[in-house]
Antibody
Framework: EVQLVESGGGLVQPGGSLRLSCEAS????????MDWVRQAPGKGLEWIAR??????????DHAASVKGRFTISRDDSEKSLYLQMNSLKTEDTAVYYC????????????WGQGTLVTVSS | DIQMTQSPSSLSASVGDRVTITCRAS??????LNWYQQKPGKAPKLLIY???SLQSGVSSRFSGSGSGTDFTLTISSLQPEDFATYYC????????FGGGTKVNIK
């Protein structure tokens, strides 16, 4: 059974940092592109970052809204995905989901349960 | 950049109704369009990929159609468990979701 379990969310002050983790199981993690998608309270889904697999040199993309502040990474040996979030703003308050991308990012076929990040003073 | 416009933003329907949700891309995306269902407090769930392919385990009352710029998600006979928010997502370029359609009970 495919499982994605996020952790690391919490309350942080504006300007602070947080590192989210997503632990994967039930599939060959190293084969897949992996993404982070967030959802602000009462709002829609926003894709924020992707990391490709080893075959595509672990290349990354970040949404303009987080570029330069957030960094996606992965550790295939630990079957884990990460999101380092720096210079956090109140508008980064959201539930953050990790998602498995099928094939070369065609669609998101499995999602974690999400972890809530609250940026507030 | 590609823009995704979903309509309506909300609708009210009754059990047994046929429901249609539309998603329009600002440029051609071939069939690179996916649909997700999200219930309150839960992660999104993939329903349809590549515009018209039904994800394994998803009820056949869900169907998708379209290509190019105009796409449709249809629920043939709305069931109580279908009251949720639905999102389209293009995978032609950097992933982008539509604004969502909330399906309410009439």
């Amino acid at each position: 059974e495919v499982q994605l379990v996020e952790s690391g969310g919490g309350l942080v002050q504006p300007g602070g940092s947080l590192r989210l983790s997503c632990e994967a199981s039930g599939f060959t993690f190293s084969d897949h592109y992996m993404d982070w998608v967030r959802q602000a309270p009462g709002k829609g889904l926003e894709w924020i970052a992707r990391i490709r697999n080893k075959a595509t040199s672990y290349t990354t993309d970040h949404a303009a809204s987080v570029k330069g502040r957030f960094t996606i990474s992965r550790d295939d040996s630990e079957k884990s995905l990460y999101l380092q979030m720096n210079s956090l703003k109140t508008e980064d308050t959201a539930v953050y989901y990790c998602a498995r991308a099928y094939s070369r990012g065609d669609y998101f076929d499995f999602w974690g349960q999400g972890t809530l990040v609250t940026v507030s003073s | 950049d590609i823009q995704m416009t979903q309509s309506p933003s909300s609708l009210s329907a009754s059990v047994g109704d046929r429901v249609t949700i539309t998603c329009r891309a600002s440029q051609r995306i071939n069939s690179a369009l996916n649909w997700y269902q999200q219930k309150p407090g839960k992660a999104p769930k993939l329903l349809i990929y590549a515009a018209s392919s039904l994800q394994s385990g998803v009820s056949s009352r869900f169907s998708g159609s379209g290509s190019g710029t105009d796409f449709t998600l249809t629920i043939s006979s709305l069931q109580p468990e279908d009251f949720a928010t639905y999102y389209c997502q293009q995978s032609y370029s950097t992933p982008l979701f539509g604004g969502g359609t909330k399906v309410n009970i009439k």
